[in-house]
């Protein structure tokens, strides 16, 4: 199926994308923040909600039943996406950051204490660096960070100095949202491993624009969301060890995560359910087994293949335009479908205006990556991300778009 893989016929899928915005057909590069969804999740959604609702695991009846099978077997499905051993190992959450919050709170509130360090990076997304200062107010830790260079690279001849018998985690992005840099995790999960630190991978954009596989990996936690891989928001997943989730405590009580209840104390159920506290989301879980389902019939292989071909396209033209600042690495080999920008002293939110009048949506703004725009001494950029559906026509739109931003601003 890869050698036959072609954007346009895969854009088909997507009902949104066959809209006009303002008078033009929408060019969709904001991929990083969500994606679309294809008709086959809105449909399994739908028939979900019209024949199947029920609550899970609560009911003997036959729509319960169903409810229960097709929650699970998504569960099955998540799992295979990133290659865990057992389904048992996936926690339904909301995203990536209620799947951080959970290990901060959970794992983080029994394994950490005064004088502890956390090491996070400077590109993290402000989901993997807030529960850390959350948890470190809690318990007087300590927060490190590993500093970029110049193209927003990780510095990792520093890890050896950053890394020591204090350091108790470290969570570190998989790709930076707001760059696009794709960290050299086979190099810094041994090297954290060998600290004696756990690791979680915040995969919010990993798991999206790459295989996974976190048997070999190395990592204790793997996050990531949903509606960034054509599924449908309020619904992620928090892989962990089993080991490893077997010895933390319950993260929210209710519901679902018990396995006796009395008077002052309770049980708990066994791992995944312990975290799941309360009616999950159930739909979501659903319907993001469904778009594993249609990425799986277009292949990883085949989307990466023609992201970083259109990527290459992409940023040799974005190179040639004038009075253009370009952020992340120059390699496209250390780059996800992703590109950050600035031009001239168009402020970032006057290009997405101008684009968006002529139907091209891109992101303008820090990215929820401060630390990260700080480090470059700018307030925001602009930020064009694709995806399988993303088309060269798109790219051409986006660079019309530029034109104008230029004859305007100079
Ligand atoms: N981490 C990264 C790298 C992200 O790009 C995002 C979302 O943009 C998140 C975490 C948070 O994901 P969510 O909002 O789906 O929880």
């Not at 991929?31 to 028939?47: C, E, F, G």
């Not at 990133?82 to 950051?97: L, M």
């Not at 990792?156 to 890394?163: A, G, I, T, W, Y």
């Amino acid at each position: 199926m890869t050698s036959a893989f072609d954007p346009h016929r895969a854009r088909e899928d997507f009902p949104a994308l066959q809209q006009s915005v303002n008078g033009m057909p929408l060019a969709y590069l904001d991929n990083a923040a969500t994606s679309q969804k294809p008709r086959a999740v809105l449909d399994v959604m739908d028939a979900y909600y019209e024949h199947d609702n029920a609550n899970v695991h609560r009911g003997i009846h036959e729509l319960s039943r169903r409810a229960t099978e097709a929650y699970e077997a998504a569960r099955v499905k998540a799992a295979r996406w990133i290659n865990a051993a057992s389904a048992d190992e996936i926690v339904w959450t909301r995203g990536t950051t209620e799947a951080i919050n959970l290990v901060a709170a959970s794992w983080g509130l029994d394994n950490i204490g005064p004088g502890d360090e956390i090491l996070l990076s400077v590109l993290e997304h402000h989901s993997n660096i807030v529960p850390w200062q959350i948890l470190a107010a809690r318990t007087g830790a300590t927060i490190r960070y590993i500093e970029l260079d110049d193209q927003g690279r990780l510095l990792l001849d520093d890890l050896p100095r950053l890394l020591g018998e204090r350091t108790k985690i470290v969570a570190i992005s998989h790709v930076s949202n707001a760059l696009g840099t794709v960290n050299p995790l086979h190099e810094i999960i041994p090297a954290a491993k060998a600290a004696g630190a756990v690791v979680l991978v915040d995969g919010a954009q990993g798991a999206v624009h790459s295989s996974v596989d976190v048997q070999t990996l190395g990592a204790d936690f793997y996050a990531f969301s949903g509606h960034k891989m054509c599924g449908p928001t309020g619904i992620g997943v928090l892989w962990g060890r089993r080991d490893m989730l077997e010895r933390m405590s319950p993260y929210q009580g209710g519901g679902e995560m018990i396995h006796i209840v009395g008077r002052d104390a309770s049980s708990w159920a066994a791992v995944p359910h312990k975290f799941e506290a309360g009616t999950p989301n159930i739909a979501g879980a659903i319907g993001l087994g469904a778009a594993i389902d249609y990425l799986d019939t277009i292949g990883m292989d085949a989307i990466v293949r023609h992201e970083h071909e259109l990527m290459a396209y992409a940023m040799e033209r974005l190179r040639a335009v004038p009075g253009i600042r370009i952020f992340g690495p120059e390699s496209l080999e250390e780059r996800s479908a992703v590109v950050s920008f600035t031009m001239g002293d168009a402020h970032p939110h006057d290009i997405s205006t101008i684009l968006d009048a002529h139907g091209v949506a891109v992101r303008a703004g820090h990215h929820c990556a401060q630390l990260v725009m700080k480090h470059f001494g700018v307030p925001a950029t602009a930020r064009a991300s694709f995806y399988l559906y993303s088309t060269r026509e798109d790219v051409d739109r986006l660079f019309a778009g530029l034109d104008e931003v230029r004859a305007i601003f100079g």
